[in-house]
Every structure is written in structure tokens, then in C-alpha cells.
């Protein structure tokens, strides 16, 4: 089963919790902090294995986790890192924010990986908040949550020639005849239910060894999701060259001509851009033979270039793998991928340490990455941190922004995943 679009679920290791200890030795009075820092949780990778073909890894598994950091301990130790998670996936890949359809990276070129949930930061001890004044900190971090997401991750097969055609063209049998793949190839149409690879001998003399991508009929109407095709137009995306092959034996040769350009133009404009050589197949049927002269006059007048074959007989082949030949590039540049740096969109957040207070189900959110990461990193349960916070609270105005929004005591304050009632200062009741 060839499996081109999956939709998976990653989560990055939690950071590991910082330690509020203190140093305990004989003849050391007051030794003072020594909670060491939490690990850093394990962030989740994709990479490009040219190995793999298809996203078929991940037709059965769905959840991937990496491993969280450890926690700090006294004596200033440090918790361990926890390990990245690294997912290989074939190369062509467009990996998308499911909810949100935000493209996150687009790895086509061998070893090539993206970042796509980040590790939540370790922690920080009890150690580093001693002062001058404050001499024995009760105060130290949680570690930061991992990030998590539902990804959709969609292949767009890598190849140097794509056959494209309606269904029952002969597109498999071609296949068969330029290369050593072995379709599966009956007379009905829809037999290929999945794109088919092989590679094609050029010659001899000529060191060149394309690809060769079979790819399931199109039908009219493909790009707006009728029949199978539309599940593979994506794939036609990456290919140097199309080979449009059209059944010279049908009822009606030049419309089956004209339905395959107009799908491709209408799921996008540019394949009409890509080099395409129109293969009028079947010659060895008399009804194909009949319609050829006024076919090929009809290329001629479009300016497409046009050969006619009988893939199931192999006449007119070694003149299709010269006309291929002339529209590929050379050597080098075949070997190098199409888009051989892909591309990795970097995700900017745009409110940077600034926040925003809005109203939510009644309850008041309060966003802002620094802030709802500070959150998550207070253990409330310590009477010393949730006054650090609060005093965070008060240092970045998020205080005063409540108070203007209309928060009161007893109010549910959302920051992150944390939720807290709101409490009346001591002026506030007066």
C-alpha cells in the first residue's frame, strides 16, 4: 500500500524541575542553596532517509513522545537531558501544522531535517535566586512543558518524469516497456491504485538514469476531488518532465487530449510551465492508426512535441527515449534534487515578551510567551514562588491590565495551562 498523507501526533520531552535544597555537612552550618538545574526535555525531529519511499512507518502509529529531562538534585547536580526524538520520512515531504494548516518545513534534499516540537527548558535551582539579602531561597523552577501538535504530513513524490493520462491510456505498460518495473497492468481502467517507480537506461553512452513516476489515471474533474486522482496530483509537483500519454484507440482522441492540461492548470498554473511531451500510445490498434495524421498535425499547430508508440509492442519506444533524453538536463544537475534546498519556514512569534488579556468563557486569558511560560515553571504550592509571580505579575503591568479589564476576587485567571482565582489585595477591601 503506497501511503502519501498521514496525520500524526508529537509531543517534546518536559523540562526537568530545578531543586531547592540545601547544603547539609558536618561542621557547615547555614551551607546555604545548592539545587541543582532540571535537564532540558527531548525536542522531536523530522529527517529525510532516501530509504524510504512512502510514509508507511506511520500508518499504524500515530503518537510520538520524547523523553523529558530529569530533575535537579542538591549538591549542585544537574538532571539529565532528555534524548530527542529523531522520525525519518522519505524525501518530498511537506510536514503542515494540522490545526492551523501553516506549513512547517518542506524537506526534499537527503539528511535534510526541522525542528517540530521543542523541548521544554530545564528548571533553574533554588541556587540561583540567593541574594545579598535573600540568603536561603525556598524558590526554584518547574521545568518548561514540551511543545506538542498534531502534524499532517503529505509526500510529494521526487521524480524526473511524471506519466500523467486518463485512465486506461496505457501509462503502466509504458512504464513497463522504458523501465524494469513491474506494474500491475490489466485492461480496465483505475488498475494503478498507487504511483509506480523505475528508473530508465538512456543508453550506452549516456550516463544518465531517470525516474520514472506512474501516476494513477486523472479523470475530468480531478482537481476539485472527483475520482482517484486527486489524492496523487501533488505528486505531478515535482517532476522535470510530463509525459502526457493519450489512447489513440478512444472514441475520441483529441478531447481526451484537452481533459489533462485543464486539470493541471486548474490544481495549479505552473505544471503548464514544466517541459511535456504528448505520447499518442496504442499505434498498433487500427482506430489509433486512423486518428494519428490529424492528431499530430494538431500538436504541430499548439507547438507540443508529439510521438506515437505502441507501448505494448515496443515500436516507436527508442524514439520516445531520445525525445526524453533531449528534455532532461545533464548529468549533474539530474543527480542534484529539483529543489535542492527546499524549504524550512521559520516560526516567528510575533507578540515576542509582550502580552494580551482577553475575556474567555467567562474567565480572563492572559497570553504572552514569556508570561505563560513563567507560569508554567511556578509551583504555586510554594509560598515563595507564587509571590515571585505575583511580583512578575505586577513588574510586566499584567497586574494593572486586569484590574482594567474588570477582573475581581474570585475570577478564574487562565496564563498557559494554569488556571488561578484571582484574590482581593488588602487595599481592596477597605
Known amino acids: 500500500m503506497f501511503l502519501d498523507r498521514v496525520k500524526i501526533w508529537v509531543r517534546a520531552g518536559d523540562g526537568?524541575?530545578?531543586?531547592?535544597?540545601?547544603?547539609?555537612?558536618?561542621?557547615?552550618?547555614?551551607?546555604?542553596?545548592?539545587?541543582?538545574?532540571?535537564?532540558?526535555?527531548?525536542?522531536?525531529?523530522?529527517?529525510?532517509?532516501?530509504?524510504?519511499?512512502?510514509?508507511?512507518?506511520?500508518?499504524?502509529?500515530?503518537?510520538?513522545?520524547?523523553?523529558?529531562?530529569?530533575?535537579?538534585?542538591?549538591?549542585?547536580?544537574?538532571?539529565?537531558?532528555?534524548?530527542?526524538?529523531?522520525?525519518?520520512?522519505?524525501?518530498?515531504?511537506?510536514?503542515?501544522?494540522?490545526?492551523?494548516?501553516?506549513?512547517?518545513?518542506?524537506?526534499?534534499?537527503?539528511?535534510?531535517?526541522?525542528?517540530?516540537?521543542?523541548?521544554?527548558?530545564?528548571?533553574?535551582?533554588?541556587?540561583?535566586?540567593?541574594?545579598?539579602?535573600?540568603q536561603a531561597p525556598k524558590h526554584a523552577q518547574k521545568g518548561e512543558p514540551g511543545e506538542e501538535r498534531w502534524l499532517r504530513l503529505e509526500l510529494r513524490l521526487i521524480?524526473?518524469?511524471?506519466?500523467?493520462?486518463?485512465?486506461?491510456?496505457?501509462?503502466?505498460?509504458?512504464?513497463?516497456?522504458?523501465?524494469?518495473?513491474?506494474?500491475?497492468?490489466?485492461?480496465?481502467?483505475?488498475?494503478?491504485?498507487?504511483p509506480n517507480l523505475g528508473v530508465m537506461d538512456l543508453g550506452e553512452d549516456d550516463g544518465r538514469r531517470p525516474t520514472i513516476a506512474d501516476l494513477p489515471g486523472l479523470i475530468e474533474g480531478a482537481s476539485t476531488g472527483a475520482g482517484l486522482g486527486h489524492a496523487f496530483l501533488r505528486h505531478v509537483e515535482r517532476t522535470r518532465v510530463l509525459v502526457h500519454v493519450v489512447d489513440g484507440a478512444a472514441r475520441d482522441p483529441e478531447w481526451s487530449h484537452g481533459v489533462i492540461p485543464d486539470e493541471l492548470l486548474a490544481h495549479d498554473p505552473g505544471l503548464l510551465d514544466k517541459p511535456m511531451l504528448v505520447v499518442f500510445n496504442k499505434l498498433d490498434l487500427a482506430g489509433a492508426a486512423e486518428a494519428w495524421p490529424d492528431f499530430q498535425a494538431a500538436r504541430r499547430a499548439d507547438g507540443l512535441p508529439v510521438v506515437a508508440i505502441a507501448a505494448a509492442t515496443g515500436q516507436g519506444i527508442d524514439q520516445l527515449r531520445t525525445a526524453l533524453g533531449g528534455l532532461l538536463p545533464e548529468?549533474?544537475?539530474?543527480?542534484?534534487?529539483?529543489?535542492?534546498?527546499?524549504?524550512?519556514?521559520?516560526?516567528?512569534?510575533?507578540?515576542?515578551d509582550g502580552f494580551a488579556v482577553d475575556r474567555e468563557d467567562g474567565a480572563f486569558r492572559v497570553r504572552g510567551r514569556r508570561i505563560e511560560r513563567l507560569a508554567a515553571q511556578t509551583n504555586f504550592e510554594v509560598e515563595e514562588s507564587a509571590e515571585r509571580f505575583q511580583r512578575e505579575l505586577d513588574r510586566h503591568g499584567i497586574d494593572a491590565e486586569l484590574r482594567r479589564a474588570g477582573v475581581a476576587a474570585g475570577d478564574t485567571v487562565r496564563i498557559g495551562a494554569t488556571e488561578l482565582e484571582w484574590e482581593a489585595q488588602p487595599w481592596e477591601d477597605r
Do not use: W
Open 16 to 134: 526537568g524541575a530545578g531543586a531547592a535544597t540545601f547544603r547539609q555537612e558536618a561542621h557547615v552550618p547555614r551551607g546555604g542553596p545548592d539545587g541543582g538545574d532540571g535537564g532540558r526535555g527531548g525536542s522531536v525531529h523530522v529527517r529525510v532517509d532516501p530509504g524510504q519511499t512512502t510514509l508507511r512507518d506511520f500508518q499504524y502509529r500515530h503518537h510520538f513522545k520524547a523523553t523529558p529531562g530529569g530533575r535537579g538534585t542538591r549538591s549542585r547536580r544537574h538532571g539529565k537531558a532528555g534524548d530527542d526524538l529523531e522520525l525519518v520520512v522519505p524525501p518530498g515531504t511537506a510536514i503542515f501544522d494540522d490545526a492551523s494548516g501553516e506549513l512547517l518545513a518542506d524537506l526534499v534534499a537527503v539528511g535534510q531535517s526541522a525542528m517540530v516540537a521543542r523541548g521544554g527548558r530545564g528548571g533553574l535551582g533554588n541556587t540561583h535566586f540567593k541574594t545579598a539579602t535573600h
Open 159 to 194: 521524480a524526473d518524469i511524471g506519466l500523467v493520462g486518463l485512465p486506461n491510456a496505457g501509462k503502466s505498460t509504458l512504464l513497463a516497456a522504458l523501465t524494469a518495473a513491474q506494474p500491475r497492468i490489466a485492461e480496465y481502467p483505475f488498475t494503478t491504485l498507487e
Open 331 to 352: 548529468a549533474d544537475q539530474l543527480d542534484a534534487p529539483l529543489d535542492a534546498t527546499g524549504v524550512v519556514v521559520h516560526r516567528i512569534d510575533a507578540m515576542g
